[in-house]
């Protein structure tokens, strides 16, 4: 089951204080950029974290999944936790480096 448009919009607008925004569709889903930076992956209506040292300690007690076939195991966020979803987005946004340009064809 792909991600709904509505349930990206509701994402978004759980998403308060910060700038430059998006969500970009990807293969029926969707990732979460702040400021050029990957920071969500949405999945079949559902908010998954990469597990990283850096906001480990925030998903102690936090449910966890495989947002498709073959991925890493993430942390399942609930955005309605507006505090978790403020910490977590400040820590990915610092820690998250801006994806690396890819060479177009013929370059």
Not at 31 to 59: A, G, H, R, W
Not at 76 to 97: A, M, S
């Amino acid at each position: 089951m792909a991600t709904s448009k509505e349930y990206i919009d509701f994402v978004l607008e759980n998403i308060h204080g910060f700038e430059n925004v998006k969500a970009k569709k990807m293969f029926g889903e969707y990732m979460i950029y702040i400021n050029e930076k990957p920071v969500l992956l949405i999945c079949d209506n559902t908010v998954f974290v990469k597990k990283i040292p850096e906001v480990s300690s925030l998903f102690e007690n936090a449910e966890c999944g495989f947002p498709y076939d073959g991925a890493k195991e993430h942390f399942i966020l609930d955005v309605e936790n507006e505090e978790l979803l403020k910490e977590t987005l400040c820590i990915l946004e610092k820690v998250t480096p801006l994806p690396k340009k890819r060479k177009k064809k013929g370059e």
